[in-house]
């Protein structure tokens, strides 16, 4: 079973079937960068355009790390490396009983507290962070005092308004890793983006 990488992006999630060229543009465009993986999180998308999307995703990583969010046939199909859940997907126990043990459950859970479902899985993001766009109105940051003391720190990816400048706080609170949306898929240049939260977590050791 493996985990994500330590610099996980996250596509941004909102890209139509019209739109899967740029995506898978911006796919290749990160993997030379150095990425090691990419979570898709494409919910617009048709279940033919999202496969067509992680079988390219699979090529583009197959040394590296591939999780698809919610659609378990999918993630079965192209062979990805974890199937990650969210408040509105299948609980990760029932997800387990669908995927091969050597696939990774995540979920995204949104306390410093541990509910059952997030024990049941094999990694978690927990989120945000910082303030961010895709999260206002709706969830408040958690901030960097959340991130301390984690009993699954190990296997914690935070997630939400980590860009460069926040990679060096969020890692000296013992978390796995970063995963981040805005900071790379939403910059002009999603390579530049890439390099730079690369170099980030680079430099923190």
């Known amino acids: 079973m493996r985990m994500p990488p330590r610099v996980l992006p996250i596509s941004p999630g909102t890209a139509t079937d019209g739109e899967l060229g740029a995506l898978i543009g911006d796919l290749r465009a990160i993997a030379d960068a150095g990425a090691e993986g990419v979570l898709l999180r494409e919910r617009a ?5 999202f496969l067509e999307l992680a079988g390219v995703a699979r090529a583009l990583f197959s040394s590296g790390w591939l999780g698809v969010h919610d659609r378990v046939h999918v993630a079965l199909s192209v062979g990805a490396d974890a199937v990650h859940l969210g408040f509105k997907s299948l ?5 387990r009983g669908l995927a091969p043990a050597d696939v990774a459950i995540g979920h995204s859970h949104h306390s410093s507290e541990l509910a059952d479902e997030v024990m049941a899985a094999d990694y978690r993001f927990l989120g945000p962070v910082h303030p ?5 109105g709706w969830l408040e940051p958690l901030g960097l005092t959340s991130l301390a003391g984690l009993p699954m ?9 980590i860009g460069p400048a926040e990679v060096p706080a969020v890692l000296d609170r013992g978390v796995a890793g970063v995963a981040a949306i805005g900071s790379i898929f939403g910059q002009d240049d999603v390579a530049e983006g890439m390099s730079a939260m690369l170099e980030a977590a680079r430099a923190h050791g």
Do not use: C, F, Q
Not at 45 to 49: E, M, N, V
């Open 45 to 49: 998308l048709t279940d033919a355009a």
């Open 91 to 95: 609980r990760p126990s029932e997800a």
């Open 132 to 136: 961010t766009p895709s999260k206002i």
């Open 153 to 161: 720190a190990g296997k914690t990816w935070a997630v939400g308004g």
